[in-house]
């Protein structure tokens, strides 16, 4: 089940602080520990009753599960402790993963790059949110895999964010396309005739972070998705929304306006390592359901990981389970 | 859109109509919809429970005054009470202290740490007339140091320069080492981004503040942030003894019940808000506008403002100038008025700062149409040379059909655009002869999209 637990030191950023290597199953447990102990906590009562549910409405909303997911999933268990004859709590809380996991499956459809060559994807997301950082790792990613990769360096608005990008490709041999300053779209079709030039297997187009009320900004992505197929009429290949696990429910908001601006075919859920978070999925599950490629948990590199939301599930209910 | 919190309450009323005072029984029912409404708005349950308790204790023996129903009435105890909460204290930055006054910067990854240093140097430089000096000590993520610099140079401030393989506590030694032999004002020192669980992280910035004893210690945070805002603002509460919070991102839509949880939970002023990427984007924070916000109630005021921000005032001079010189409205002065609509973020974003009602009543009138409708106003000026649009009369059937293609629309509708235009220059006359009434009969059609 917990298929890569490789050990790899953050040779990346030698000025983090260096964390116990755990396998990633591990660091995701960790990640969600907090929902996992509330969680554990109620299912050891005696019997199911009022006072339990509203206990775990409390901690689903806690959660950010938000009130309309948590409101279905209180629904849907008390049908089933009807239908179902469900008397004690641990039948209760494998209803509850069984729901769960089937509310979260169909958003466990890994991303597929072998499709086209150069495989385009273009990142976008709010300010803050994890998107230069996701590139990086995601560049990495790909690079283990045997695949050339391309960065475009889209950003260019935010002091320093082409920087930051250069230095990231600098340190792990990753060419990085950018200009001084200019239109991002303009950077981005560089980025494309260069990757077909050079044989690149991925190219990966990062944009600057824009808030969805921001209606100039939100048409400026869309203009540079219309350039990418310009430049590579199949293209985008894929066009990756990052979200921060921190954000609440303004989370289904961004998804909602970003696929209206730019068609969003999946997701990176970063930061997930804070403390009492995740339920933002079953929230997106519910009400914008999009494909999550990739969840993140840290700051080194392999904490970007695919999803699975079996492995997600497990790593909410079971504390000790051996992979 | 999330249901208003009036509106919400008022089915919830229905059946209470004349009762003259609010009472346990009949405010539970109301209680809920309104621990729905912070729980939407991401106000921490926790934070929801309390305030929930303490609304009810003031609630109840509350006469219903006047025309109001008993929900009207309890919105107003919650408001208040919202509004209490958040606000207090005074805010500002306290710079009293032996020069130079060190500020330090914390919060989580991408909260708008730098950019918030930049926007309060900007602030104090330009409204206290402060010598300020920023720092960065962030070593860790690639090109911090760098974005620092850069909107420090933006914010017209000076930057202490380091680099990403020294320590931050020797940075910040050099940079308050520095600050103090070249006279600075304010020392800022930004910090990079960290998560309350990291113990490494946060004993580094602990080390930080014990070492400077800043004056203001500032927590950064994210006014999108869930239901964790709690959960991170006491672990830096804790490690930290913050002076104030400043509040970012606030031009999202996000409702932003953060500000409530952390208000709470740590018991500090919110002293600022950070709106838009722009230097100058940074306000002082307005608790009676932020509880209306959390409630859904809608930010006329923010509109208000950000009218203000987004019409250049010298246009909207020269504007009214040529106007009352008699000379004519030309297109040229239809697709300024539109620039200026776009740039407050177009017709559905001002929509949305509207109450609920209203919004909803613009809604159904066709807002999103009329969005689209403006675009293609706009695109088919935009095909015409400077010569017709000062002159619309020259546009005759060969020049219509250029303009059409230039603008990829049919004839047809260039032709209702020169239309509409033609009603709204009549109108313009009217109003430069100073017949206010017939202005507002002639209003209709003057929207395109939003009348018909």
């Given amino acids: 089940m917990f298929g890569f637990e490789k050990k790899k030191n953050n040779e990346d950023t030698p000025n983090a602080p260096v964390v116990a290597q755990l396998s990633w199953g591990e660091r995701l447990k960790k990640s969600l520990a907090k929902t996992r102990g509330q969680l554990g906590g109620l299912f050891h009562r005696a019997k199911i009753d009022e006072e339990l549910l509203e206990d775990l409405e409390s901690t689903l909303l806690m959660a950010d599960c938000g009130i309309e997911a948590t409101q279905w999933l209180l629904e849907e268990l008390k049908s089933r402790v009807k239908k179902d004859r469900l008397e004690t709590p641990t039948q209760l809380r494998s209803a509850l993963i069984d729901l769960l996991q089937a509310l979260l499956a169909p958003l466990e459809r890994p991303l597929n790059i072998a499709s086209h060559t150069p495989f385009i994807i273009m990142i976008a997301g709010v300010n803050g949110g994890g998107k230069t950082t996701s590139i990086g790792k995601l560049a990495k990613h790909f690079q283990k895999q045997g695949k050339k990769v391309l960065l475009a360096a889209g950003d260019t608005f935010r002091a320093a964010a082409r920087e930051q990008l250069m230095v990231w490709g600098e340190r792990n041999d990753v060419s990085v396309i950018a200009q001084e300053s200019g239109d991002p779209a303009a950077v981005v079709f560089d980025a494309i005739s260069a990757a077909n030039a050079r044989g690149i297997d991925v190219v990966l187009a990062d944009t600057a972070g824009r808030l969805p009320t921001q209606l100039h900004l939100m048409e400026e992505i869309a203009k540079i998705k219309r350039v990418i197929q310009k430049a590579e009429p199949t293209g985008p290949h894929e066009v990756l929304l990052v979200l921060d696990a921190n954000i609440g429910q303004n989370a289904v908001q961004q998804v909602k306006a970003f696929d209206k601006a730019v068609g969003v075919t999946g997701l990176i859920i970063t930061k997930l390592d804070g403390t009492a978070k995740g339920g933002v999925l079953a929230a997106i599950a519910r009400q914008c359901p999009k494909p999550v490629r990739y969840i993140g948990v840290g700051e080194g590199i392999d904490d970007l990981q695919a999803f699975r939301a079996s492995e997600f599930v497990a790593a909410l209910f079971e504390a000790h389970d051996t992979p | 859109?999330?249901?208003?919190?009036?509106?919400?309450?008022?089915?919830?009323?229905?059946?209470?109509?004349?009762?003259?005072?609010?009472?346990?029984?009949?405010?539970?029912?109301?209680?809920?919809?309104?621990?729905?409404?912070?729980?939407?708005?991401?106000?921490?349950?926790?934070?929801?429970?309390?305030?929930?308790?303490?609304?009810?204790?003031?609630?109840?023996?509350?006469?219903?005054?006047?025309?109001?129903?008993?929900?009207?009435?309890?919105?107003?105890?919650?408001?208040?009470?919202?509004?209490?909460?958040?606000?207090?204290?005074?805010?500002?930055?306290?710079?009293?202290?032996?020069?130079?006054?060190?500020?330090?910067?914390?919060?989580?990854?991408?909260?708008?740490?730098?950019?918030?240093?930049?926007?309060?140097?900007?602030?104090?430089?330009?409204?206290?007339?402060?010598?300020?000096?920023?720092?960065?000590?962030?070593?860790?993520?690639?090109?911090?140091?760098?974005?620092?610099?850069?909107?420090?140079?933006?914010?017209?401030?000076?930057?202490?320069?380091?680099?990403?393989?020294?320590?931050?506590?020797?940075?910040?030694?050099?940079?308050?080492?520095?600050?103090?032999?070249?006279?600075?004002?304010?020392?800022?020192?930004?910090?990079?981004?960290?998560?309350?669980?990291?113990?490494?992280?946060?004993?580094?910035?602990?080390?930080?503040?014990?070492?400077?004893?800043?004056?203001?210690?500032?927590?950064?945070?994210?006014?999108?942030?869930?239901?964790?805002?709690?959960?991170?603002?006491?672990?830096?509460?804790?490690?930290?003894?913050?002076?104030?919070?400043?509040?970012?991102?606030?031009?999202?839509?996000?409702?932003?019940?953060?500000?409530?949880?952390?208000?709470?939970?740590?018991?500090?002023?919110?002293?600022?808000?950070?709106?838009?990427?722009?230097?100058?984007?940074?306000?002082?924070?307005?608790?009676?506008?932020?509880?209306?916000?959390?409630?859904?109630?809608?930010?006329?005021?923010?509109?208000?403002?950000?009218?203000?921000?987004?019409?250049?005032?010298?246009?909207?001079?020269?504007?009214?100038?040529?106007?009352?010189?008699?000379?004519?409205?030309?297109?040229?002065?239809?697709?300024?008025?539109?620039?200026?609509?776009?740039?407050?973020?177009?017709?559905?974003?001002?929509?949305?700062?509207?109450?609920?009602?209203?919004?909803?009543?613009?809604?159904?009138?066709?807002?999103?149409?009329?969005?689209?409708?403006?675009?293609?106003?706009?695109?088919?000026?935009n095909s015409m040379t400077p010569m017709e649009r000062a002159k619309p009369e020259l546009i005759k059937a060969s020049r219509k059909r250029r303009i059409a293609t230039g603008a990829g629309v049919q004839v047809q509708e260039v032709n209702r655009m020169l239309t509409q235009f033609e009603q709204m220059q009549k109108m313009m006359k009217q109003f430069s002869k100073g017949g206010m009434q017939k202005l507002m009969r002639g209003m209709k059609g003057m929207m395109p999209g939003m009348m018909r």
Avoid at chain 2, 191 to 215: N, S, V, Y
Avoid at chain 2, 216 to 222: C, K, P, Q, R
Avoid at chain 2, 243 to 248: A, D, E, R, S
Avoid at chain 2, 261 to 270: F, N
């Fill in chain 2, 1 to 381: 859109m999330l249901d208003n919190l009036t509106q919400r309450l008022s089915r919830v009323v229905k059946n209470l109509r004349g009762q003259a005072r609010l009472s346990e029984e009949n405010i539970t029912e109301m209680l809920r919809e309104v621990r729905m409404a912070l729980l939407e708005a991401d106000v921490a349950l926790p934070v929801v429970k309390d305030f929930i308790a303490k609304v009810k204790e003031k609630a109840v023996g509350q006469e219903v005054i006047g025309s109001l129903t008993p929900g009207q009435a309890l919105i107003g105890v919650v408001h208040r009470e919202l509004t209490e909460l958040m606000g207090g204290q005074a805010s500002g930055l306290n710079l009293a202290t032996q020069p130079p006054a060190v500020i330090l910067m914390s919060g989580l990854q991408g909260a708008g740490k730098t950019t918030t240093t930049a926007k309060l140097g900007k602030w104090l430089k330009e409204r206290q007339k402060k010598k300020v000096l920023t720092v960065s000590c962030d070593v860790y993520r690639p090109a911090a140091i760098e974005q620092l610099k850069t909107v420090s140079a933006q914010a017209g401030i000076d930057f202490f320069p380091s680099s990403a393989d020294q320590k931050p506590l020797d940075i910040a030694a050099a940079a308050l080492d520095y600050a103090k032999r070249h006279y600075y004002d304010v020392l800022f020192v930004d910090t990079a981004g960290r998560l309350a669980i990291d113990a490494a992280m946060m004993a580094e910035i602990k080390a930080l503040h014990a070492q400077f004893q800043p004056i203001e210690s500032l927590f950064v945070v994210d006014a999108m942030l869930g239901q964790d805002a709690v959960n991170t603002a006491k672990a830096f509460n804790d490690a930290l003894p913050l002076t104030g919070i400043v509040l970012t991102k606030l031009d999202g839509d996000a409702r932003g019940g953060a500000a409530l949880s952390v208000r709470q939970v740590t018991g500090k002023p919110l002293k600022f808000a950070g709106v838009g990427e722009k230097l100058n984007g940074l306000e002082e924070f307005h608790p009676e506008r932020m509880a209306s916000r959390i409630l859904g109630m809608g930010d006329i005021l923010g509109l208000v403002e950000e009218a203000q921000r987004g019409v250049d005032q010298d246009k909207a001079q020269a504007f009214a100038q040529k106007m009352k010189a008699g000379k004519g409205f030309d297109l040229n002065d239809y697709k300024e008025q539109i620039g200026q609509m776009r740039q407050m973020g177009g017709l559905s974003s001002m929509l949305e700062k509207l109450p609920a009602q209203f919004a909803q009543a613009a809604q159904q009138a066709g807002g999103a149409a009329g969005e689209k409708t403006i675009a293609r106003i706009e695109g088919i000026i």
